[in-house]
T-cell receptor
Framework: KQEVTQIPAALSVPEGENLVLNCSFT??????LQWFRQDPGKGLTSLLL?????REQTSGRLNASLDKSSGRSTLYIAASQPGDSATYLC??????????????FGTGTQLKVEL | DAGITQSPRHKVTETGTPVTLRCHQT?????MYWYRQDPGHGLRLIHY???????DKGEVSDGYSVSRSKTEDFLLTLESATSSQTSVYFC??????????????FGSGTRLTVV
């Protein structure tokens, strides 16, 4: 059974700092990995999706890397801002087993960026 | 969230009563999913659908049933609500199966409290 772990569970940084969020998974037979953002009381917003054949994806100040063989992904946030405060979740898709893209989620990292 | 709505947004119900949550999409996506989110567990898949009248179980399907009679609607029913089903329920849609480069879109969630 796939298990996804995110460390740290919570993180507080001053504005402007660069930071790294970590995600590890136990079964390297994945098809892709997604990073999501969740604001309090809201749904999830997809930030980046990395296919298993890719090493990284970038969107603005966000960069996500994937090392499938070691079962690890990192989300790098450059020049953090208070608006980045949210919970960040990673999720992996299994190799196709029929019928849908069934994600396994980590429990998230709660990020607070302080002025 | 654009293209996907959940109703109701909040509900309080009594133990033993049936409850139905609705997910409606305007994107004409083939795949729809129901997840629940609980502290310490992240999001866990309850049921999913890969087409009209085509559904299957996820990781935590006991006590839940689903129906999809139209592409746009996916209903989640708690047959006889229990306190352990107090949770936030998220619906999601995806264009395709594993390997879909477009990933997921989530609804805003339904907060269900069983008393």
């Amino acid at each position: 059974k796939q298990e996804v772990t995110q460390i740290p569970a919570a993180l507080s940084v001053p504005e402007g700092e660069n930071l790294v969020l970590n995600c590890s998974f136990t079964d390297s037979a994945i098809y892709n990995l997604q990073w999501f953002r969740q604001d309090p009381g809201k749904g999830l917003t997809s930030l980046l999706l990395i296919q298993s054949s890719q090493r990284e994806q970038t969107s603005g100040r966000l960069n996500a890397s994937l090392d499938k063989s070691s079962g690890r992904s990192t989300l790098y946030i450059a020049a953090s801002q208070p608006g980045d405060s949210a919970t960040y979740l990673c999720a992996v898709s299994p190799v196709f087993t029929g019928g849908g893209n069934k994600l396994t989620f980590g429990t998230g990292t709660q990020l607070k960026v302080e002025l | 969230d654009a293209g996907i709505t959940q109703s109701p947004r909040h509900k309080v119900t009594e133990t033993g009563t049936p409850v139905t949550l609705r997910c409606h999409q305007t994107e004409n996506h083939r795949y729809m999913y129901w997840y629940r989110q609980d502290p310490g567990h992240g999001l866990r898949l309850i049921h999913y659908s890969y087409g009209v009248k085509d559904t299957d179980k996820g990781e935590v399907s006991d006590g839940y049933s689903v129906s999809r009679s139209k592409t746009e609607d996916f209903l989640l029913t708690l047959e006889s609500a229990t306190s352990s089903q107090t949770s936030v329920y998220f619906c999601a849609i995806s264009v395709g199966a594993v390997g879909d480069k477009f990933g997921y879109t989530f609804g805003s969630g339904t907060r269900l409290t069983v008393v």
